[in-house]
């Protein structure tokens, strides 16, 4: 009679429970259900145009009005989707951890100017896409009159996140009015002068002749008495009194 292979059978045993194991985690993986979403925002984004609470009602909606249900069923980047399409977010994570735990990473659209007319008021965002307005929170950026329709829009949006992007223009500019021949007059939050920045063409230029001219001009008593601080020519600024 042979002896016995302890050794294969050691193995087969070991890889018999491994499957046991194995299955019996899948199933129960598989039977498991989501527990309550965790919602967080970009850094420096918590609680602004969008709240946890209407994150959460997007996800609650999109899997049938109920978080009782089976991990397996949910299809995260259908979620990621529905929150992407929403107007105030710009990108949206969703995953799930193997206990069932469904996390949310919100990062909401930047808005850089506000429109506003006789009857409609609306955000842009670095990209000039269109965002209402939010009864959460109000941006302090420009507001803006005129139309970008009759002109074109690539080169206003440049103009626009200039002035969004620099620290100093962002606090400084107040206002932007489009003129229906596509020329640009500014105003600032400091003095009563209006600024005559013409055309959008060499953008970087005529905002660092800008800044260059504050910087000095608020050294000199005189700022207060300009009526116009015209941009218009690259090499120099004009000021009328």
Not at 148 to 173: M, P, W
Request: net charge positive; charged share 25%.
């Amino acid at each position: 009679m042979k002896k016995l292979n302890w050794y294969n059978i050691r193995l087969v045993v070991i890889v018999v429970l491994m499957v046991f194991l194995y299955s019996f985690s899948s199933t129960r993986n598989e039977n498991r259900k989501i527990k309550e979403p965790t919602i967080s925002f970009a850094k420096g984004q918590e609680n602004l145009f969008i709240t946890h609470e209407i994150v959460n009602n997007l996800l609650k909606q999109n899997l049938g009005g109920t978080y009782n249900i089976k991990k397996v069923k949910v299809d995260l980047n259908t979620l990621e989707t529905v929150l992407d399409d929403h107007e105030m977010i710009e990108k949206a994570e969703v995953f799930s951890t193997i206990d069932g735990s469904l996390s949310a990473l919100i990062t909401q659209k930047t808005p850089i100017v506000r429109f506003v007319s006789s009857n409609d008021s609306y955000y842009l965002d670095s990209k000039g896409i269109k965002m209402p307005l939010s009864e959460n929170f109000s941006a302090r950026v420009p507001l803006v009159t005129g139309s970008l329709a009759e002109n074109g829009t690539e080169k206003y949006i440049e103009l626009f996140n200039e002035i969004s992007k620099d620290d100093f223009l962002s606090k400084n500019i107040t206002g932007v009015k489009i003129l229906p021949s596509g020329s640009v007059i500014m105003t600032n939050r400091n003095f009563d002068y209006k600024i005559v920045f013409g055309n959008p063409i060499y953008v970087k230029k005529k905002l660092d002749n800008y800044k260059a001219f504050f910087y000095h001009a608020v050294k000199d008593t005189l700022v207060k008495n300009y009526k116009e601080v015209n941009l218009m020519f690259t090499q120099q600024v004009v000021c009328k009194k």
